[in-house]
């Protein structure tokens, strides 16, 4: 079955970085879009970044262009977020999902993903 598990959330400054991994099993990597959402406290699920199959496409939230990156590797079944700069407002669980159609456009709609990690915790306090 279809799974993606999230690592690599932790504590940590405001200024400091993490990288984010989802690792996906049950399904061809390749012919999937991968997003990663986040929901802070009280606040409604949010687009933050995804990346085409192919990889030769992102997207990002204006609120974390220039600081985060989002890149996969395949052979791995494995996408990442690299996050920089990291302010107290991106203190958040954070969650990867896959399209639920194959070969899709970059897309921060989260009614087009159908299938969820468990999320990672990110905290970023002083």
């Known amino acids: 079955q279809v799974q993606l598990v999230e690592s690599g959330g932790a504590l940590v400054q405001p200024g400091g970085s993490l990288r984010l991994s989802c690792a996906a099993s049950g399904f061809t990597l390749d012919y999937y879009t991968i997003g990663w959402f986040r929901q802070a406290p009280g606040k409604e699920r949010e687009g933050v970044s995804c990346i085409s199959y192919s990889g030769g496409s992102t997207l990002y939230a204006d609120s974390v262009k220039g600081r985060f990156t989002i890149s996969r590797d395949n052979a791995k079944n494995t996408v990442y977020l690299q996050m920089n700069s990291l302010k107290p407002e991106d203190t958040a669980v954070y969650y990867c999902?896959?399209?639920?159609?194959?070969?899709?456009?970059?897309?921060?709609?989260?009614?087009?993903?159908?299938?969820w990690g468990q999320g990672t915790q990110v905290t970023v306090s002083s």
């Open positions: 999902a896959r399209t639920s159609r194959s070969y899709y456009y970059t897309t921060l709609d989260r009614t087009k993903y159908g299938y």
